[in-house]
């Protein structure tokens, strides 16, 4: 089966611009979710979907960050404006409910 | 969901096994006990799962004490190519059933 689809893979902007990331997740997955990873760190938990609902954002930064699953399938996360601190690699994943999470390669977003 | 406790790092030589230990004192009766590697710029990848009894596929297999208070992943004979931050983690349940919890992991080095 294909894997989660992630793009782009790499984006360098300066601070205060705009950026969006895009996720199409394995198909048939519900479940889509994104992770901040930050170099030397862990993946954390942005936000979570179940269909076309949020399930839990309460990691993400409401004030900069945005995420949405209109038709319940690709996901984009937006950020606007972006700081120096959001510079990490974005993992999308996805789940059916009951086999493991399946990771895209994720965007490394650089902010200068 | 229950904090997890790994080494920072280890090293192993190829072809011998890699014992990977994690801590989880803290996990609730209906916790999975998780591993996900992440090799260099790649994505998160399952391993294996696991709740009360010993698991084995073709990846690893896990050793999950008596207790559930810890738990040791075991790749039999390591390659050069299992370098990478191997991540327990204790796999929420309720509300945030499906979310996976990060922490730092351990950068295991696998050495020629």
């Known amino acids: 089966e294909a894997g989660v689809a992630q793009s782009p893979r790499y984006k360098i902007i300066e601070k205060r611009q705009s950026v969006a990331f895009w996720c199409n997740p394995i198909s048939g997955h519900a479940t889509l979710y994104w992770y901040q990873q930050i170099l030397g760190q862990g993946p954390k938990l942005l936000i979570q979907?179940?269909?076309?609902?949020?399930?839990?954002d309460s990691q993400l930064p409401k004030d900069r960050f945005s995420a949405e699953r209109l038709k319940g399938v690709d996901s984009t996360l937006k950020i606007q404006p972006a700081k120096l601190e959001d510079s990490a690699v974005y993992l999308c994943a996805s789940w059916n409910g009951w086999d493991e999470q399946f990771f895209g390669p994720g965007t490394r977003l650089t902010v200068l | 969901d229950a904090k997890t406790t790994q080494p920072t790092s280890m090293d192993c030589a190829e072809g011998r096994a890699a014992n990977l230990p994690c801590n989880h004192s803290?996990?609730?009766?209906?916790?999975?006990v998780y591993w996900y590697r992440q090799i260099h710029s790649q994505g998160p990848q399952y391993i294996i799962h696991g709740l009360k009894n010993n698991e084995t596929n073709e990846m690893a297999s896990l050793i999950i004490t008596e207790d559930r208070k810890s738990s040791t992943l075991i790749l039999p004979h390591a390659t050069l190519r299992d370098t990478a931050v191997y991540y327990c983690?204790?796999?929420?349940?309720?509300?945030?059933?499906?979310?996976?919890?990060f922490g730092q992991g351990t950068i295991l080095t696998v050495h020629p």
């Open positions: 803290t996990i609730s009766g209906n916790e999975y």
């Open positions: 979907f179940q269909n076309n609902g949020v399930v839990d």
């Open positions: 983690i204790a796999r929420g349940s309720g509300t945030s059933y499906g979310k996976l919890t």
